[in-house]
């Protein structure tokens, strides 16, 4: 079982729908990070976040530490929010912090 | 502007060769990482390092080496003893550890086998 665990793998939507992204993670974290990789394969920090909510546009992270889980939300999404979206989890280790990755969620917005 | 330069884009090894990724980084970060990725899977670590001189092996660090010798600057080295080494190689960087900073990532280097 991997630590960090998205859902869903791929999701199909059309344009205005909204969108919700789940990550389930087993390890101790201090933070839970949300990516998004572009079809050329770069990637780009969204979110960080430890506790409660934050918002950016249209995308919004919640988090909840107690049942370690967290979520990401699109509102109004749109093609250009086609990507890989992509949870990681830090943890601090006495070598230093690192990341532990889902393995990503497929979006597609269909216009 | 600052960021994350690795190079080449595209790289071909031919078996028993090995090859150096080039990860530079000019946001004067103290921590560097290479990951690996492959179809279906997410990201795995390889290396990172705190500070310079000093790297730690990360989940899948077998076949691989790196060198820390510049702050700026955290080459990977995917030897002959790397049995699969086709995959995309991203580097990273991040101000220090990652409980209150993102961390920032290069465009990656695609390399395969001829």
């Known amino acids: 079982k991997n630590e960090v665990e998205q859902s869903p793998q791929n999701l199909t939507a059309q344009e205005g729908e909204f969108i919700t992204i789940n990550c389930s993670y087993s390890?101790?974290?201090?933070?839970l990070h949300w990516l998004q990789q572009h079809p050329g394969g770069g990637i780009v920090s969204l979110f960080m976040l430890s506790s409660g909510k934050k918002k950016h546009g249209r995308l919004i992270a919640t988090i909840n530490i107690q049942e370690k889980h967290s979520s990401l939300h699109i509102t109004a999404s749109h093609p250009r929010d086609s990507a890989v979206y992509i949870c990681a989890a830090a943890t601090e280790e006495t070598s230093g912090s690192r990341l532990t990755f889902g393995e990503g969620t497929q979006l597609t917005v269909n216009p | 502007d600052g960021g994350i330069t690795q190079s080449p884009k595209y790289l071909f090894r031919k078996e028993g060769q090995n090859v150096t990724l080039s990860c530079e980084q000019n946001l004067n970060h103290d921590a560097m990482y290479w990951y690996r990725q492959d179809p279906g899977q997410g990201l795995r670590l390889i290396y990172y390092s705190q500070i310079v001189n000093d790297f730690q092996k990360g989940d899948i660090a077998e076949g691989y080496s790196v060198s820390r010798e510049k702050k700026e600057s955290f080459p990977l080295t995917v030897t002959s003893a790397q049995k699969n080494p086709t995959a995309f190689y991203l580097c990273a960087s991040s101000l220090r550890g990652l409980l209150r900073q993102p961390q920032h990532f290069g465009d990656g280097t695609r390399l395969s086998i001829l």
């Open positions: 390890v101790g974290i201090s933070a």
